[in-house]
C-alpha cells in the first residue's frame, strides 16, 4: 500500500509541534499565576506538549495507508482506533483537488474523493505530489471510461436483441442509462466537447489536459466580480469592523461632523438623543452607504480570490476546472454522472446579457468551503452558457409555461401581510423607544407589494419538452433548472392551505444531485391542481419507462452471459 509523502509529513509534524507548543506554553503561564509553578514549567511544558503532538501526527502520518486495485480504493487510518475503508470507484462522483500557497511551493496536493450520497467527503489524501494526483485522476477517469463502455456494449447488444424480436428500442446514452436525449443543435466535429462527451471511446488518451472550453481573462473576472454580489460579504464586513474600532469611530465622527453634529459619547445614544431627525436619517444614511460599499470590495475580493485563474477544459469524457488565487482548486466532473444543469442570473447579469452556468452530480457538494464547487461557467455571455448546458444535456428551445393568474394573487396576498407586519413592528417601535414620528416610511413598502407579486409571477414557470424538464424561479436571482427524465428519481407533489384555497399546487422533481440533498429540488410552483396532477404523471411515465429500460437491459445482458 502507498504512503502519503514524505514532505507532507514534515508539514504535518511542524504544525502540530507548534500547536501543542503553544497549547503547552499556555498552560505552563496559565499553572504559574494561578497555582504557583516555577517559572521553567512554562518552557516545559511548550517543549513536552510540542514533542506529544508531533508524535501523535508522525503515528497518524505512518499509519495512514492507501491503495487503488481494480474497481476499489481502500485506505487504511487511526492510530489507537484502526479503520479500514473500501470505496468503490463506480461511486465517485468528483475528485477534486486543492493546494494552498504552502503546497503548492512544496509541490503537493489534497486529494478529495466525493462519492454518490455521501454527507461528507468520503477519503482525503492530505498530501501528494503532482505526479501522484496525475496517476489517481487517470486511474479513476479510465475506470468510468471503461465502466462506460461496458456499458455501452451491453445496451447496444440488449438493443439489437429487442430490434431483432420486434419490439421497439431506444438507444442509451454512453455512460448512463436510460434515453438518449435528441440533440437540435449545430453538427460537431471529432474532438470537439460535444464529440467527446457522447463518444468517449475515441478520446485520445496522450491528451490528458484536452481542450480548452472557457477562461477568464482579468477584464471578465473583473465584470463577474462586480455583478455577483456575495450575500455573506455584508455579514463578513460587519463581523471584522470590531478588529478596527479606531477606524469605524474615526468615520462615524467624520459623518458626524458632515451633518453638524458632536460624536463625544457612545453612538446609540446620541441617535436616540439627537433632537435633529433629518441629520440623524443623513448620518444613518451615509453610514449604511459606506458600510455597503466596503461588503462590495470584500465581495469582490473575495470573489477574485476565488475564481483568479480559472479555467474549464475537457478532456476524456470529463469537464476539468481550476481556479483559485490563494487556494488553488481543480477537480473532474464526470459528464455522465451530471445530474441536472442550471443556469443562474441575478438582476445585473440579466441587464449586460451574462448566466452563470452549474453542472450537479450526486456527489456530495463539499461544503462550504468549496461552495461552488460545481460551477462549470461562472460568468459568460447568456447564449454561450445555452450552447455549453446543451452539449452537457441536450435540450431544445425552451417556451416556459406560467402559472395561472390567481397565483399572482395569492402572492399579493402574501406581501401585504408581509408589509402590514413591518409596518405594525416600526409603529411599535417607534412610538416606545424612537419616537421620531417617522414609522409611517415603513408603510411605503405597501408601494412595492404589486410589481413584487406581478414579478415573482412572470419569472416562474417550467417546459415539458420531449428530453427534460426544465424549471425556472427567482427575479433577483433567476434559477433556470435542466433535468433529464432519465436522471429522476422521486416526483412529488405538496399543497399548503394557502393553496388548496386557490387550487394550486407544486410539483417537485428529485434526481441525486447533491443540491437536491440541500433543498435545491427543481420545483414548479403555484400549478393548477389537475395540471400538477397530469405533470406528476407524465413525469412518473417517463421515470418508470426508464425503469423498465434498465430491468429489459439487465435481463438481456444476463442471456448473453
Known sequence: MNRLHPRSAVLRVAR????????????????????????????????????????????????????????????????????????????????????????????????????????????????????????????????DRDEAAET?????????????????????????????????????????FGDSASTPDTVERDQPDGSLLFAFDQRELLTYALVSVRPAAPVLTLASLPLGMDIVWSVLRFNAGLVGASLGGPVIRWLLGSPETTRLVVFAA???????LLALVVSVALTVIEYYGFQLTQAD????????????????????????????????????????????????????????????VPLAPREE????????????????????????????????????GLTTVAYALDSLVLETGYWWLVALLFLTVVPAAHLRWRHRGYDLSEDVLATRSGFWRRTTRIVPY??????????????????????????????????GVARVYDIDEDTATELRDALRERLTAHVSGLRTNDRAGDADA
Open 317 to 376: 469524457g470529463d469537464l476539468r476546472y481550476e481556479r483559485g488565487l490563494l487556494r488553488r482548486y481543480s477537480g473532474n466532473i464526470p459528464l455522465e454522472k451530471v445530474q441536472t444543469v442550471t443556469i443562474r442570473e441575478n438582476v445585473l447579469m440579466r441587464q449586460f446579457g451574462y448566466a452563470t452556468l452549474a453542472v450537479e452530480t450526486a456527489g456530495y457538494s463539499g461544503g462550504s468551503q468549496q461552495s461552488t464547487q460545481g460551477v462549470a
Open 385 to 420: 452558457v445555452y450552447e455549453l448546458a446543451r452539449d452537457i444535456e441536450p435540450f431544445g428551445d425552451l417556451d416556459f409555461d406560467r402559472s395561472p393568474k390567481r397565483a399572482r394573487r395569492r402572492y399579493l396576498a402574501r406581501f401585504s401581510l408581509a408589509a402590514a
Open 286 to 292: 451615509l453610514s449604511v452607504v459606506q458600510f455597503l
Open 16 to 143: 502540530a509541534a507548534l500547536q501543542g507548543g503553544f497549547f503547552g506554553f499556555f498552560g505552563g503561564s496559565l499553572g504559574t499565576g494561578m497555582f504557583g509553578l516555577p517559572a521553567f514549567a512554562v518552557p516545559l511544558l511548550g517543549l513536552l506538549g510540542a514533542l506529544t503532538f508531533s508524535g501523535y501526527a508522525l503515528a497518524r502520518y505512518l499509519r495512514f495507508r492507501y491503495e487503488l486495485d481494480g474497481d476499489t480504493l481502500t485506505v487504511e487510518s487511526g492510530v489507537f482506533a484502526r479503520q479500514s475503508r473500501q470505496i468503490p470507484l463506480g461511486r465517485v462522483q468528483n475528485l477534486d483537488v486543492e493546494q494552498n500557497i504552502l503546497n503548492r511551493l512544496l509541490g503537493l496536493a489534497i486529494v478529495r474523493f466525493e462519492t454518490a450520497g455521501g454527507s461528507a467527503t468520503e477519503a482525503t489524501l492530505d498530501a501528494v505530489d503532482e505526479a501522484e494526483v496525475k496517476r489517481l485522476r487517470n486511474y479513476v477517469r479510465t475506470h
Open 152 to 192: 455501452q456494449t451491453a445496451t447496444a447488444d440488449a438493443v439489437s436483441e429487442t430490434a431483432t424480436s420486434g419490439h421497439p428500442a431506444h438507444a442509451d446514452r454512453p455512460g448512463v442509462t436510460g434515453p438518449t436525449p435528441t440533440h437540435t443543435g449545430d453538427a460537431q466535429t471529432p474532438g470537439d
Open 486 to 519: 432519465y436522471r429522476l428519481q422521486t416526483v412529488f407533489v405538496t399543497r399548503s392551505p394557502f393553496q388548496r384555497r386557490r387550487d394550486l399546487a407544486t410539483v417537485g422533481a428529485d434526481t441525486a444531485s447533491s443540491s437536491s440533498l440541500l433543498g
